[in-house]
């Protein structure tokens, strides 16, 4: 339970680690808070020749409210503790607050990022799925260019991003709390702070209903609705709980996991009304 | 290494390549050479000989290993010793200084709060960073807040009790503090 050698570059500024990235990015591996990486490492599920570590890289560990942009953005060194122990958070981006308490434990959210987590792209980790129910973005950024893509286009699936090898996710940004929009947020796991099972999050407003749903498919999947009522709504999540092709695991079967899309999925639209 | 982690230059470290690295442990100046994979709590209690931090699952799930790095509670198996280079790490000796107990190791003793006491080490210093941001925690945050530990023999009863009476305590301490001032004012 040791990891295997590396190279350890410490990245003092973002050029320094976009750099490295370009010098040898597809043998290196980018360490910000570690919570994900790290445990990978010591189990050697993988085994990098290169680390590049931005965990003391300051200008990449701001997390900045733009009111005009409607933004919060959050850079790829700022870690979870950062954001949710803010005390306006749950004015600026309530569903993230609804859903830190869920992330692993306090003391892992103390170090781990919230850009390490949306690059790891865990199908059951609860900040992509918040990020694909909110319409965020993330930011990507190489020696030779800027780009921003939807939450949406980066998952590609199961730990796979459209991120390429030279990349650094710099930051991800989500939209702060509009007008009229109500939010819910729920999952089922095995034991408190474990991996989803089922993870649900839903932004709903006065004519329209949008259900994210993580754990089941290979990355998040958000669905959007009018406001359907009743047994219209019970058959959108039925519907929608099979389109997801839900799997038997060592976990659960996949008609549990179905029910947990109907369950849940109803749960957290309620929550949200 | 302390001298080039400053200012503006990539600090490179070659795998197998063992550097001196300097962090302060419990208040004191210690160093120790490591090569970049060692993990820092292999580090603290091979390295710097502070034993007192127990090293169980190795990926972050057990909590045994929970240290404070510049007084933030987090996992020391999940992090690189070269990683502690310059920052201020606070293991459970610190909870002790002159052997003399702290009040929330007094507290786990009056409560039976451990019995093998592997986990205990992690569990103190997850509470002590607690306790500073959450002085007044209800039953279901302190449970909340430990669910990032694993205890075999106690059943988590009297560790929810133990924490709860340190705080309790701890305001009621101020709580006497402030009438004393007050009554000297």
Known sequence: ?273 | MSNTSNGNVMHVMRQGERQCVTLTLNGRERSGYCEPRELLSDFIRQELGATGTHVGCEHGVCGACTVHVDGVAGRSCLMLAVQADGRRIDTVEGLAPDMQLGDLQQAFQRHHALQCGFCTAGILMSCADYLQRVPDPSEAQVRDMLSGHLCRCTGYTPIVAAVLDVAARRRQGEAASETVEAAHA
């Open chain 1, 1 to 273: 339970m040791k990891p295997a050698p590396f190279d350890y570059l410490r990245a003092m500024t973002t050029q320094h680690a976009l750099d490295a990235l370009a010098q040898s990015g597809e043998d290196a591996r980018v360490l910000a808070g570690g919570q994900s990486l790290m445990a990978v490492l010591n189990m050697r599920l993988a085994q990098p020749r290169v680390l590049i570590d931005i965990s003391r890289t300051d200008e990449l560990g701001s997390v900045r409210v733009d009111h005009k942009a409607g933004l919060l953005t959050v850079g790829a060194a700022a870690t979870q503790g950062n954001v949710e122990w803010r005390e306006t958070l749950r004015d600026e981006v309530p569903l993230l607050a609804m859903a830190f308490p869920h992330i692993s434990h306090f003391q892992i959210r103390n170090r781990g990022t919230v850009c390490g987590s949306v690059a790891h792209a865990d199908p059951s980790a609860e900040l992509p799925l918040v990020l694909a129910a909110l319409g965020g973005d993330v930011m990507l950024r190489s020696r030779k260019k800027h780009r921003v893509l939807p939450a949406g286009e980066f998952f590609q699936g199961m730990l796979m991003t459209a991120r390429e090898p030279d990349e650094l996710v710099e930051a991800v940004r989500f939209p702060l709390k509009r007008p009229g929009e109500r939010y819910g947020f729920t999952e089922f796991s095995a034991r408190h702070g474990d991996f989803a099972m089922v993870a649900c999050a839903a932004v709903v407003t006065s004519d329209s209903i949008r259900l994210a749903v993580g754990g089941v498919a290979d990355r998040p999947v958000v669905e959007q609705w009018p406001r359907l009522r009743d047994e219209d709504l019970r058959g959108a999540l039925n519907d929608l709980s099979w389109k997801l092709g839900a799997q038997d695991d060592a976990h659960i079967s996949a008609a549990y996991r179905r029910h947990l899309v109907r369950q849940l999925g109803w749960r957290v639209i309620e929550e949200a009304k």
